[in-house]
């Protein structure tokens, strides 16, 4: 079931146009894929999930600064973005009974494993809240859904702490002509959303010291009473690290995803002098720098890489 409204508006003799559309999507009977132990000779299954709300909204900006074809100058600015916030309405009854089941599971949980509430995202981290590390003790201290201070991991007391979606995305840039050179920056944003940051688990806290570690491994685990310390004594634990949200942190970035440079020569009279109707050389690369609010490696599951090229283009 799906409701949009828009609008478009074009002013200030089409130097400035604006574009916005709000919607909402309900779909009833929604399916999803439920993952299997491979023992079982399936992969995963669909089930009956339930009633998912989709809402948002898109806009898009551009803005003329200057508009002098004739001088062959021309400047303009850009701006687009858009946020969606999803939520389960209802909840099968079957997936009821799954939440219940993973609820009960007091195992090792390293992960944050997917998790469906009524009234929460689809895209929800579940952890138990941390108060941090006792400086008398080294061990964690969490809260049981009551509330109550505890150093005992629970399962029960996971609560939707953060969403791994951002609550805004979009990019912006411009564009500036003059007599044939050519700039153009784009560049991209996304902020609100969260990051459950297991890099600094897998290289920082569970990590055994007698091995190549992340230097971070000896420089702020926690060592004797009175220490204060984002990290459990390293190196030492025989407990594994759970879930908890000592390790949720806010994931906003800001990227420089693309610069290119160019120069079009189609004012220079040599070019039919040497028979050529039109030449043009151009420069780009991408990613060129990032703005993070973690700290977090790029390219280790998969390569980074950041591209240059330059290329001519000849019209005869």
């Excluded at 089941?101 to 992960?111: A, D, I, T, V």
């Amino acid at each position: 079931y799906k409701l949009n409204i828009g609008l478009d508006l074009t002013l200030f003799k089409e130097r400035l146009d604006l574009r916005f559309d709000v919607y909402q999507e309900i779909t009833k009977n929604s399916l999803t894929r439920i993952t299997l132990a491979p023992s079982t000779g399936f992969s995963n299954f669909s089930e009956n999930l339930g009633v998912v709300q989709n809402r948002g909204l898109e806009f898009s900006t551009r803005y003329k600064i200057i508009d002098n074809k004739a001088n062959g100058i021309m400047w303009g600015i850009n701006l687009n973005g858009f946020t969606n916030r999803n939520t389960l309405k209802e909840l099968s009854n079957k997936l009821k009974a799954s939440n219940d089941l993973l609820n009960e599971n007091n195992e090792e949980q390293r992960n944050p494993n997917i998790l469906f509430q009524e009234g929460e995202s689809m895209v929800a981290i579940y952890v138990v809240r941390s108060l941090g590390v006792d400086p008398a003790t080294g061990s964690e201290i969490y809260l049981t859904k009551e509330g109550l201070r505890t150093f005992v991991w629970n399962a029960a007391d996971k609560v939707a702490y953060g969403v791994s979606i951002p609550k805004w995305n979009g990019n912006f840039g411009s564009n500036f002509l003059y007599k044939g050179f050519e700039l153009g920056l784009l560049l991209n944003f996304q902020f609100g959303g969260q990051l459950y940051n297991q890099t600094l688990i897998d290289k920082v806290e569970s990590v055994n010291p007698n091995f190549n570690v992340d230097r971070r491994a000896y420089d702020l685990g926690w060592t004797a009473p009175g220490d204060i310390s984002q990290f459990t004594r390293i190196g030492v634990n025989t407990i594994p690290t759970r879930v908890t949200s000592r390790f949720v942190q806010d994931n906003n970035l800001l990227t420089i995803s693309s610069l290119s440079i160019s120069y079009n020569f189609y004012r220079s009279e040599w070019l039919k002098r040497v028979g050529l109707q039109s030449l043009a050389i151009s420069g780009i690369t991408n990613d060129l720098y990032q703005w993070s609010s973690i700290e977090i490696e790029r390219g280790t599951s998969n390569p980074f890489a950041r591209t240059y090229s330059f290329s001519i283009r000849l019209g005869i």
